[in-house]
């Protein structure tokens, strides 16, 4: 991996994705702040389009912490099997939802810290909450955050944290957020795990991966 990019080819970078994603934004369908965050719950380690076909029928009934108590831990499972690691799921999302009503007067936090408190809420999950339902710069880095920033050379880390804290670096901070969802719609359309489409790449003169694997 060669080294990462300069301040002012990050930037270039990130202009060329808004202009190609001028509608960069969370894919998880939600109309308040508790759905988004039982929505990136459940987004671990399955995609958004099955998410969303999950809480389209799920928030129907369920969109308060209150009313998601009145199921059973298997109940919920059954709800939510389609997506993945439901029983694990479904006892984080419970406890969250319990915790939400005993410590936060049933309200979701709005500090990195106190959203990590909740069962199944990791540092990415925290962030997607804080930059989309409470306007914090943050970059909540996910497999395609991943994979994009460190194959481009916006960062050149082998793991989660250490890419956040080089996307942080190199990132202008009021930048964070709107970078975290043009990585991931990048991510999703272009810049694919298996098969990247480089060829169409308009970063094709920036990519660290393409210098290496194709001149």
Same mark, same amino acid.
């Given at each position: $991996? =060669?080294?990462?990019?300069? *301040?002012? +080819?990050?930037?270039?970078?990130?202009?060329?994705?808004?202009?190609?994603?001028?509608?960069? +934004?969370?894919?998880?369908n939600?109309? !308040?702040?508790?759905?988004?965050?039982?929505?990136?719950?459940?987004?671990?380690?399955c995609?958004?389009? /099955?998410?969303?076909?999950?809480t389209?029928?799920?928030?129907?009934?369920?969109?308060?912490?209150?009313?998601?108590?009145t @199921?059973?831990q298997?109940?919920? &499972?059954?709800?939510?099997?389609? %997506? &993945?690691?439901?029983?694990? *799921?479904?006892?984080?999302i @419970?406890?969250?939802?319990? $915790?939400?009503? +005993?410590?936060f007067?049933?309200?979701?936090?709005?500090?990195? +810290?106190?959203? $990590? =408190?909740?069962?199944?809420?990791g540092?990415?999950?925290? !962030?997607v909450?804080l930059? !989309?339902?409470?306007s914090?710069?943050?970059?909540a880095?996910?497999?395609?955050?991943?994979?994009v920033?460190? /194959?481009?050379?916006?960062?050149?880390?082998?793991?989660?944290?250490?890419?956040?804290?080089?996307? $942080?670096?190199?990132?202008?901070?009021?930048?964070?957020?709107?970078?975290?969802?043009l990585?991931?719609?990048?991510?999703?359309?272009? %810049? =694919?795990?298996?098969?990247?489409?480089?060829?169409?790449?308009? @970063?094709?003169?920036?990519?660290?991966?393409?210098?290496?694997?194709? !001149?």
């Amino acid at each position: $991996m =060669k080294g990462k990019l300069n *301040k002012k +080819e990050v930037d270039k970078v990130l202009d060329i994705l808004e202009e190609l994603y001028p509608d960069a +934004e969370v894919e998880l369908n939600h109309s !308040n702040t508790f759905e988004l965050l039982i929505a990136t719950i459940l987004s671990a380690q399955c995609t958004d389009k /099955r998410v969303n076909k999950i809480t389209k029928e799920l928030f129907k009934e369920y969109n308060t912490p209150k009313a998601f108590l009145t @199921l059973t831990q298997e109940e919920l &499972g059954e709800k939510i099997r389609s %997506c &993945g690691f439901y029983r694990n *799921k479904s006892k984080n999302i @419970l406890g969250a939802c319990q $915790m939400i009503i +005993e410590e936060f007067d049933g309200k979701v936090p709005d500090t990195r +810290e106190e959203l $990590m =408190k909740l069962p199944g809420v990791g540092r990415k999950t925290a !962030n997607v909450v804080l930059s !989309n339902a409470f306007s914090v710069d943050a970059i909540a880095v996910d497999t395609h955050v991943f994979r994009v920033s460190n /194959r481009i050379g916006l960062a050149n880390s082998k793991d989660v944290l250490d890419t956040e804290k080089d996307l $942080m670096e190199n990132i202008k901070k009021e930048r964070w957020s709107k970078a975290h969802h043009l990585l991931i719609f990048h991510g999703r359309r272009i %810049c =694919k795990a298996r098969k990247p489409m480089c060829e169409k790449c308009p @970063l094709k003169k920036y990519c660290n991966y393409y210098k290496e694997n194709f !001149n």
